[in-house]
């Protein structure tokens, strides 16, 4: 029977409403309040917990935890973030951000357990700015990010960070608010943390790298930096990967031992040659060699970028084929605590799909088969021993950063890891793999838990830890405009 036109209209209509009302319903659902405090949103996950030691943490808003008052610092300085075009130290010209009229922003140096202050002052960021201590367990109110634990600094404010030197390592600072464009347009800088008595490296060089309009820099210079060494020299070599892909390292001219990542020293390390080693976005390795007689060694920072130690020319040598595995580099050594018995087991699943984002189509990240804000807000009391399982089958890598803690490698796809404790903040997790990591639930506050492809979560790719009794009186949003990243 052949169906009139009226019916066949009737049909038609049927059928889209049919198709376009779950869309719009979705769409509709996917939509952000113009504020909102991060701490109302996503899944809470409490994370099985498994026992109560009663070391829960007093009831208390994050931007209460600070440095006591009446500290005087020892290390005192102002930082002042600009919109401008500028003149990297290579001499070439670019459109972004600065700190104190440099892109990188100044080194800042301390001694391990001195008191540093920062004074953040925006002259003219316009979408305002923030300082994140990336890889230092600052207290909860020091950590930079905006509308979580501070409002973003307009044009005009400023804010004061204070935070005790208590680790040994490389760091660097960054803004994190609206951190994909801020970061990769200039606001950032390194932070050096030594030990308050010796032995110190007869060289200590820093060999920060970052793209500018796409070409790498080392130090703000394009492709190459020197740094003066003699023969016989210990050097160390601070790398910091601010970019936001994982970068492949290695060393031509004399062997090398990787000394430390994410700012803690490795167990036992020895020498290797013709090894590369993997800096993952976001994170540090420092190298540590002794200058052979020929005068000249090359620290290769990608095929496109190089620091030379000494004064002698060096040959850069192809990528070697084989890249050293921390699973089961240096010798193994006491972590400080029991990972077997732990408080809270956590799952971080990264995928992808598609779907709404605040209302923008497209092909999400997932954090536990949730689209933001649909994400963990992984629980937890002071005290605890916390394990978490990260698994990635979303198609690309993600280099995942855990703020305010470190968090030791127990395992990758199954195989323990049999060397020097490996603790990361910044660990770069492959397609089709899993790690288990674990960590002490032992600075108080609300912390992200992102992918430091920082593009990847400015679209979804963020969850967080909170502890027990700490509240949040910020909004993502609102009048300051907070969107850290």
């Known amino acids: 029977m052949r169906l009139s036109r009226r019916a066949k209209t009737l049909t038609a209509v049927a059928t889209a409403v049919a198709v376009l009302?779950?869309?719009?319903?979705?769409?509709?659902?996917?939509?952000?309040?113009?504020?909102?405090?991060?701490?109302d949103m996503g899944r809470h996950d409490p994370g099985g917990r498994q026992h109560d030691h009663g070391a829960s943490t007093a009831p208390q808003a994050v931007d209460a935890l600070t440095v006591p008052d009446g500290l005087e610092a020892d290390v005192k300085t102002t930082l002042t973030a600009e919109q401008h075009e500028f003149t990297l130290a290579s001499g070439r010209s670019v459109d972004g951000y600065t700190l104190n009229g440099t892109s990188p922003g100044p080194a800042i140096r301390a001694e391990q357990g001195q008191l540093i202050e920062v004074t953040l002052v925006n002259e003219s960021v316009p979408g305002g700015?923030?300082?994140h201590w990336h890889g230092v367990d600052v207290p909860g109110a020091m950590d930079g990010a905006a509308g979580i634990t501070q409002d973003a600094v307009g044009v005009g404010g400023e804010f004061v960070y204070r935070f005790?030197?208590?680790?040994?390592?490389?760091?660097?600072?960054h803004s994190h608010q609206i951190s994909h464009e801020q970061v990769l347009e200039g606001l950032l800088g390194p932070l050096v943390i030594t030990p308050a008595a010796g032995p110190h490296p007869d060289v200590d060089a820093l060999a920060l790298v970052h793209l500018y309009d796409g070409r790498r820099t080392v130090n703000g210079r394009d492709g190459e930096d020197r740094v003066a060494a003699a023969p016989g020299d210990t050097v160390r070599v601070r790398v910091v990967n601010t970019d936001f892909g994982a970068m492949p390292v290695w060393v031509d001219g004399a062997p090398f031992r990787l000394a430390a990542v994410d700012g803690t020293d490795l167990h036992e390390p020895t020498e290797i040659e013709g090894i590369a080693v993997t800096v993952a976005a976001g994170g540090r390795d420092d190298l540590e060699f002794t200058m052979p007689e020929s005068g000249a060694v090359r620290v290769n920072l990608s095929a496109s970028g190089a620091l030379i130690v000494g004064g002698g020319p060096v040959e850069a040598s192809p990528i070697p084929e084989k890249t050293l595995d921390l699973l089961h580099y240096g010798?193994?050594?006491?972590?400080?605590f029991d990972p077997g018995d732990a408080d809270r087991a956590f799952e971080y699943g990264i995928?992808?799909?598609?779907?709404f984002l605040d209302g923008k189509p497209g092909f999400w990240w997932t954090v536990n088969g949730g689209m933001y804000p649909d994400v963990p807000m992984f629980s937890v009391a002071y005290g605890d021993v916390v394990r978490m399982r990260i698994s990635n089958d979303s198609g690309e890598a993600h280099p995942m950063h855990l703020h305010g803690h470190h968090a030791v490698v127990l395992s990758r796809d199954g195989v323990a890891a049999t060397g020097s404790p490996w603790w990361v903040d910044s660990l770069e997790v492959e397609n089709g793999e899993t790690y288990e990591i674990a960590f002490e639930a032992d600075n108080p506050g609300i912390w992200m838990d992102h992918c430091h492809n920082?593009?990847?979560?400015?679209?979804?790719?963020?969850?967080h830890l909170v502890y027990e009794g700490i509240t949040e009186p910020f909004d993502i949003g609102g009048p300051a405009g907070n969107d850290p990243e």
């Open 21 to 39: 009302a779950p869309v719009a319903w979705f769409w509709q659902a996917s939509l952000l309040p113009d504020a909102f405090s991060i701490a």
């Open 351 to 355: 995928g992808r799909r598609p779907g």
């Open 129 to 131: 700015v923030t300082l």
């Open 454 to 463: 920082l593009p990847h979560a400015a679209q979804g790719l963020v969850a």
């Open 331 to 336: 010798s193994s050594a006491p972590i400080g």
């Open 164 to 173: 005790f030197a208590d680790q040994v390592g490389t760091f660097w600072y």
